[in-house]
């Protein structure tokens, strides 16, 4: 199954990003979008009357600064924070992150590759250029998030993420699935990391399809390879939109 079987105009479609539209990056700044990807993603919101939503741990800001001059629907650090179709801005609740962010960065000075990155309500501590750390990495986090109330440990690839513990992908699906133009309509979620497969149940639970990018243990129904692939599907999805038939 292709995703020219899979994307009807009576669909919604949520991506993850990182993983999943554009390759993994060393740095979390240092991402290479491709312009075919900015191309596609509009047809996209065209083809299914814009019910298309970007569902990602990285911030708002973020997400709008890479897929410029595109703004979509997006939810940002794990569904903390939310912008709809019609604009309109929705955040939890936050705690606070103090002992965390003293133990992320206490690690960080000691081991130098480390990164900590600080977003709204959550934080998150990088080990991809230091994989040998994962243990020392979980474990700090996993102390300083059990002395701070309201918040849990997120473990994506090679990050651990302190975030409020109301906040999920599969929350967030499940709030735009509550509005229009999401509303009644099919959902599809593509993600690839560990931190997706709550989006991934949410989905399939409601009728709809989880779609894995990448390797890996997985409750999603299909799987593509790569980025590369997704985008090669996408596009051969919208070449093939004028003949489809409800």
Known sequence: MTLVEILYPSCALFLDFDGTMVEIAPQPHAVQVPE???SALRELDGYLQGAVAVISGRPIAQIDEFLRPLQLPVAGVHGAERRGADGAMHLLDTHPLDLVEAAARALAQQHPGLLVENKRGSLALHYRQRPELEEAVLQAMQQAVDASPGVTLLRGKMVAEAKPGGASKGRAIEAFLAEPPFAGRRPVFIG???????GFSTVQHLGGLGIKVGEGATAAWHRVPDPATLLRELEAALAA??????
């Open 36 to 38: 075919p990807l900015i």
């Open 192 to 198: 690839d990391d560990v931190t997706d497969e709550v």
């Open 241 to 246: 939109r004028m003949t489809r038939t409800e």
